[in-house]
């Protein structure tokens, strides 16, 4: 009698199991509630203090503009915030507005997790008049526009510079670099060795998103393009990729402005390491000089424009950027796009957002009048003459991976001598076409 | 002569009582049943829906069919998954690398890990009993604190430019490699120094618990035994390695077992210290599945790795079991 009670108590709890959706939860809260006029929309984003900083003041307008519409915010720390989308989208939980990388945003809205943009709130063709084609691409998928950018992400052109080392070793400061020789020559001076060991960098661009995006800029600027003819597939085994291998090859092994093995994504980091003073140049995104200026307040900087490698032409490939997108699975589809726009899509919110978060306007009407940002992140104008010249990168399918596991380690093998140029073009080639046709 | 023999009190035929009163079933019920609960949500479901997702190419930004999202979008593919683990894409070559890190972390922790802990045990334990409690605590120290800070202190030990223990070497004039965490070239008999660097720290904060264990085991050996082995005349190394080590072969069987588990899903301190890096020479097998699972949205293919994982620590826990085994106890 006791056995068959057992027995019954576990078949039950694994009928209530079974009952449970698949995936798990989000764990996120109950979802939006209708209390007669008034609407609760939950907005998600990933930590960091200066974008909920902004996120809040602009929740803060938009609601004294709106009494009628309630946002419950809740942010996740970036290494969990991918997870907590996916797990609530599978469970169909997650917030009604979510600012979104995007580069993502494709593989999202392909998957069908995103509303598409209305014609009423924003067209395509008006969104091509207001911001900046890098970012805007990102959210374009399919011919259909399913977000609206608030950062042009630039990890392409400019470099935090450090004065006290140009002092030290002689050399002009402000610099005034006509071509990437003249950089490369002024780093050498600046290279610190203590027997054969490297301690200060001259020049270091050794991350995973600084050698992935001076390869793709390499690319463009030699005349070269990296999509195969079905705009799908890649073609990095060519001259261009080649050339551009060997520059970044040559910063390592003949001009010895870096070394791999000490300067890279784990070890000495750009945007930690030119703050500790060990790198004169060090290239980075506009964001590390943000970044800097608050973690490390005593140190004197700036971030300078640096030119093209290749060529008179600044081209290069854009990440696109941080903006926001609604829902599929929102119950308040008109209520999340009122507030994705006056957050994203009006020139008040996008400017609150940039000036808070130190970063790239992806409107053109901000960056033609930018007094008041740069009132707050002056290091942000030596950026601007850059972005016309900027393509989204394009569906490179999955981001990461091409840039973290296949671009980077094949390219720091090639600096670190353990590879041939050819060979690395060859190996990214070959992992970077694999990787679109297993995801196909 | 009386008859002695019992009515049968309720006894049916075929039916053995458990002895236990009703009151006393419904508390064990009551303690249990929780418990069960427990583990089925949180231990066997994740398990048989990692099972399930190992045969389908399953992404959770994808919209599959209306059961459990499995199907449409992501297809079920048999056993491709665990074909694609032999082939020669890159993803395949990194699965292959992050088994052999994985094997290599493991059977190099464990010998290193008892070489230290058990001698250890033995030294704490010939201490005077005041001086055991100040011991046991400080060696237990490491063994509690947060993974991700001892990752990050023992990175800046490492640093190669400002670290201390680079720092040290130059003091006592050895000249240091060149990176601990990042050179791809400093491979020493066919381990990466990354590796050994990991596993030094790993070890540093892991052994804590291992002696605790061992002292506990070698308090309950009987007196008894260790006078009767000095009356026969054993010296002390006669004494450990003929007397107190084959008492201690349960408990031996018990740390081998939890060292191997907890060493096959090692993932933080390999995470912060390395990434996995350089070149995939510290990326282990339970890194490899978060990266495929939550970085590239690879669900099914990080799945199909979690099975192989299971079913190697299965195999390694078998065979310690068969090795170690006892068939006697004190």
Known sequence: MKRTLFGWLLVFAILISACASGGGGGGAPAPTEQVAEKVTLRLWSHQNAAFQKANEAIIAKFTAQNPNIEIKYENFPYDQYIQTIQTAMAAKNEADVIELFGTWTCSYANGGRLAEVPADVMTYDQAQQIYFKAPLDGYYCGGKLYGLPQEFNLENGGSLVNPALFEKHGVTYPPQWKTFADLIADAQKMTEFEGDKMMTAGFSAVTGDGVSFTFLAGILQSGGKYFAEDGKHFNFDTPEARQTIQMMVDWAQKYKVVDPVLFNDTENPVSTSFFTGNMAVGFVGSWAAGEGSIEYPDMKFDY?????????????????????????????????????????????????????????????????????????????????????????????????????EIIYPAILEAMQGATTVDDAAKKINTEANAMVDAKQ | MANLSLPLRGKRKGKKTSGLRAGQLGFISGALIPLMLYMMFFSLLPMIW????????????HTGSSLLGLGGDNPFIGLDNFRAMFAESQPARVFRMAVVNTFMFALLVLPINLAITLPLAVLVESVHDRLKGTFRAVYFLPTIS?????????????????GLLNTILKLVGIIPPKAWLTDPNAVYLGVPLAMIAVIIAYIWQDFGYNLVIFIAALQGIPKELHDAACVDGANAWQEFWQCTLPLLKPTLLFVCVLTMLSSFQVFVIFQVMTNGGPSNQTTPLVMSIYLNAFKYQNMGWAAAISMVLFLIIMAVTAVQFWLLRTDWEY
């Open chain 1, 304 to 404: 300078v424009q640096i030119p093209p490698y290749f060529g008179p032409e600044h081209k290069y490939a854009a990440d696109s950027g941080w903006g926001k997108v609604v829902s599929v699975n929102t119950k308040h589809p008109a209520e999340a796009w009122k507030l994705a726009k006056f957050m994203a899509g009006e020139q008040d919110g996008s400017l609150t957002w940039n000036i808070e978060t130190k970063t790239i306007p992806a409107m053109k009407a901000l960056v033609e009048n930018p007094e008041e940002l740069l009132a707050a992140a002056p290091f942000i104008e030596a950026t601007f003459g850059l972005l016309p010249y900027g393509q989204y990168i394009g569906d490179v399918t999955e981001r990461d991976q091409l840039f973290y």
């Open chain 2, 50 to 61: 990692a099972l399930i997702l190992g045969f389908f190419e399953y992404s959770p930004i």
């Open chain 2, 146 to 162: 947060s993974a991700v800070a001892v990752a990050i202190i023992w990175g800046f030990i490492y640093h190669p430019q400002q």
